[in-house]
């Protein structure tokens, strides 16, 4: 097992990263003293798969276990959704030492966690990633949120897990679109931060998707680790350090909207195209070379990962890109690579750039 610490004072905790660690949960969770009856938030797929191996480690431990199911799409985070969970946490919590584990992806964790923010005004919870962009990304930083009709995230809070359990052993059984969707997430680490990464994925994308788990193993290890020193930076988002995490999230944050949260495209897909439209971007505002621009796009396709969106209408994506959470004082602010392997926040980018490169993106 190996550990990665996020310092954040009275907020830090550990990411442990292994395999087979989930039959360990129990003890782990044990030690940490945060309750002892869980609420496992999930979905019907991952408690059939995974539920009686967690609650058996748990019960091991003297922790009671009640599992909540959410629907298995993007729409679980909804506010309806989240009430039906609170409500239902709340008749359960009789003389109970409640804590709350996010069982599965990106959908659970970001609902579960939101949920153990405002509860009784914020219970401990763990985090136990399922997919590989969970594993990299979402689990890790304490950005909890659910979904608004006019755009994705729009409520959420900050809320630091006290600790994310990454079996690197359940992504093995992951299906080929949920690699891939993961590896989107790699890419952008590799684009902002870590030249090395995104050189190491171009080599070995083959193993990446074919699953070879100490390939697994190094990127998960390799994007935490530069996930954790951003938050440890700028853990409110406050700095404009964090916000490099958001490269490509623009535009896909929008096409996932204006595709009303469906199963059309993947988080990782959108965020895939979301990134191919802001190296356009870069490249128009002439920040970064072409053949930079290009590598990224070539290796967003030698993962299997889209690179333009069908079906979708331009003004929906443009409407839904105003909403961005990123902009600031009635200004646009896109994270833009210069080079691989370096990002940075620029602000106010013309329309016409923004529409031509979104429109670049877009099957005639």
Do not use: W
């Amino acid at each position: 097992m190996k550990r990665v610490k996020v310092s954040l004072g009275a907020r830090s905790y550990d990411i442990l990263i292994g395999d087979g660690l989930l039959s360990n949960s129990g003890v782990i969770i044990k030690k940490l003293d945060i309750g002892t009856d869980a609420v496992v938030i999930t979905n019907k797929t991952l408690e059939r798969a995974y539920g009686k191996t967690l609650k058996r480690s748990l019960n091991r431990s003297g922790i009671s276990v009640k599992f909540e199911i959410l629907p298995d799409s993007e729409k679980a985070k909804s506010p309806h959704i989240l009430l039906r969970v609170l409500n239902r946490i709340a008749v359960y919590d009789r003389n109970r030492s409640i804590f709350i584990i996010a069982l599965g992806g990106g959908v659970v964790g970001d609902l579960a966690g939101f949920a153990a923010a405002v509860y009784k005004r914020g219970i401990p919870y763990a985090q136990i990633p399922t997919t590989l962009l969970a594993h990299v990304d979402s689990s890790v930083g304490g950005k909890t949120a659910i979904d608004l009709f006019a755009a994705k995230n729009l409520a959420g809070a900050f809320y630091q897990p006290r600790v994310v359990i990454s079996d690197i052993n359940v992504l093995m059984s992951l299906s080929p679109r949920q690699v891939r969707s993961g590896l989107a997430e790699i890419i952008k680490y590799g684009v902002i931060k870590d030249r090395a990464l995104f050189v190491y994925l171009e080599r070995n994308y083959r193993k990446a998707i074919d699953l070879d788990k100490k390939t697994i193993a190094h990127l998960v290890m390799r994007s935490i680790r530069i996930k954790a020193r951003l938050v440890e930076e700028d853990e409110l988002d406050r700095k404009g350090k964090r916000i490099i995490l958001n490269f490509g999230h623009t535009i896909g944050h929008a096409i996932e909207t204006a595709a009303s949260y469906s199963n059309k495209y993947s988080h990782g897909e959108a965020i895939a195209i979301g990134m191919c439209a802001a190296a356009d971007i870069a490249f128009r505002l002439n920040l970064i070379k072409k053949n930079d621009a290009e590598r990224i796009e070539s290796l967003i396709k030698k993962c299997g990962l889209p690179t333009k969106v069908e079906d979708l209408n331009f003004n929906k994506i443009y409407e839904a890109h105003l909403r961005d959470k990123k902009f600031a004082r009635n200004r646009n602010r896109f994270v833009l690579p210069y080079a691989v392997g370096n990002a940075r926040v620029v602000e106010a980018v013309p329309d016409r750039v923004v529409t031509e490169a979104v429109k670049k993106r877009l099957v005639n």
